[in-house]
C-alpha cells in the first residue's frame, strides 16, 4: 500500500504552507493528518474548517471531547498506527 509523504510544516511552501499555518492557527499544532492533506492543499483547506469542530466541543456536535479521542485511539489502534 502507498502512503503519501507527511509534509513539514518547516519545510512547506505556497499553498501547503499556507495550508499548514492555517492548521497551526486552528488546532495549535499540525498533526499528522493535516501534514497528509498538505499534498493536497486545494482541496484541504476546504476540509480544515470542519475538523477542529468536529474534534472540539461546542462545535454543534453531541460527543464530549472524552468520547471523540477514545474513538481516535480506537480507530489509530485498529489500524496499527505508530502512535
Known amino acids: 500500500m502507498a502512503r503519501l509523504p507527511i509534509i513539514d510544516p518547516e519545510k ?3 499553498e ?3 495550508f499548514l499555518e492555517a492548521s497551526i492557527q486552528f488546532r495549535g499544532r499540525a498533526p499528522n493528518a493535516s501534514r497528509s492533506w498538505a499534498n493536497i492543499p486545494y482541496i484541504a483547506k476546504f476540509v480544515l474548517p470542519f475538523h477542529v469542530p468536529i474534534q472540539r ?3 454543534g456536535g453531541v460527543l464530549s471531547c472524552r468520547i471523540k479521542e477514545m474513538a481516535v ?3 489509530s489502534h485498529l489500524n496499527t498506527c505508530n502512535y
Do not use: C, D, F
Request: positive net charge; aromatic residues 0%.
Open 16 to 18: 501547503a504552507g499556507r
Open 73 to 75: 485511539l480506537k480507530t
Open 57 to 59: 466541543e461546542g462545535g
Open 12 to 14: 512547506a511552501a505556497g
